[in-house]
T-cell receptor
C-alpha cells in the first residue's frame, strides 16, 4: 500500500542553520504531497503542498519540491528560527475515492537560540 | 478565516464508558474525516464520510466506533465502550469537494481512558 517515510528525529539545530528533513513516498498513481506542522500542544497545520511532479510548495521560508524520479519531497529552510521548533509530518493523498491522508511518523525539530 | 472546531479539547473517561467527540467542519465543506494520533506516534486515518455515509474506514475503525452527521453542522465520532488503547488525540478534518486535495484539520480532542 501507499506509504511515507521520513527521517527520524529529533533534529537539533542552532538558530539560522540550514534545515533539511528528508521524505520519500511510495504510491500508485499521482498523489499530492504535503508537509504538516504540529506546534507544541496544538493541532495539525498545513505548511505547504505540491500536486504534481516538479511543483515546488513554499510557505514561511520553507520549501519542498515534488520529485517523481526519486519519489521524494524533502523539506528545506535556509535559516531556521527558534519559533520553527515543532513536529513536521510529511504526507500524501489522492483526489479520488481513496483520499485519506497517509502520514509519515513525524520529525521533531528543536532549534537552539 | 473559516476553521474546523472540535469539542471538548480534553475528555477523560473510565474504561468501558461511551464517549462522543464533536466536530464542526468548515460550513461549505462536504467531505469529513477522523484521524487519531496515539502519543508520540504518527497520525492514522480512521474514517471518511460523504453524503451521509462512510466512504472508507481503516481496520482501526471497528464496531466500537461510529460516525454521524446529526444536523447540518456537526460531525461526531462515538466510541461505544472505550479501551485503554483508545487514549489518543483525535483530529477531525474536512474538505470542500472531491476534486480538491487539501483537508483542513481541527485542533484535536485529547481522549484519556483510565
Amino acid at each position: 500500500g501507499d506509504s511515507v517515510t521520513q527521517m527520524e528525529g529529533p533534529v537539533t539545530l542552532s538558530e539560522e542553520a540550514f534545515l533539511t528533513i528528508n521524505c520519500t513516498y511510495t504510491a500508485t498513481g499521482y498523489p499530492s504531497l504535503f508537509w504538516y506542522v504540529q506546534y507544541p500542544g496544538e493541532g495539525l497545520q498545513l505548511l505547504l503542498k505540491a500536486t504534481k511532479a516538479d511543483d515546488k510548495g513554499s510557505n514561511k521560508g520553507f520549501e519542498a519540491t515534488y520529485r517523481k524520479e526519486t519519489t521524494s519531497f524533502h523539506l528545506e529552510k535556509g535559516s531556521v528560527q527558534v519559533s520553527d521548533s515543532a513536529v513536521y509530518f510529511c504526507a500524501l493523498s489522492k483526489t479520488n475515492r481513496d483520499d485519506k491522508i497517509i502520514f509519515g511518523k513525524g520529525t521533531r525539530l528543536h532549534i537552539l537560540p | 478565516e473559516p476553521e474546523v472546531t472540535q469539542t471538548p479539547s480534553h475528555q477523560v473517561t473510565q474504561m468501558g464508558q461511551e464517549v462522543i467527540l464533536r466536530c464542526v467542519p468548515i460550513s461549505n465543506h462536504l467531505y469529513f474525516y477522523w484521524y487519531r494520533q496515539i502519543l508520540g506516534q504518527k497520525v492514522e486515518f480512521l474514517v471518511s464520510f460523504y453524503n451521509n455515509e462512510i466512504s472508507e474506514k481503516s481496520e482501526i475503525f471497528d464496531d466500537q466506533f461510529s460516525v454521524e452527521r446529526p444536523d447540518g453542522s456537526n460531525f461526531t465520532l462515538k466510541i461505544r465502550s472505550t479501551k485503554l488503547e483508545d487514549s489518543a488525540m483525535y483530529f477531525c478534518a474536512s474538505k470542500s469537494t472531491g476534486n480538491t486535495d487539501t483537508q483542513y484539520f481541527g485542533p484535536g480532542t485529547r481522549l484519556t481512558v483510565l
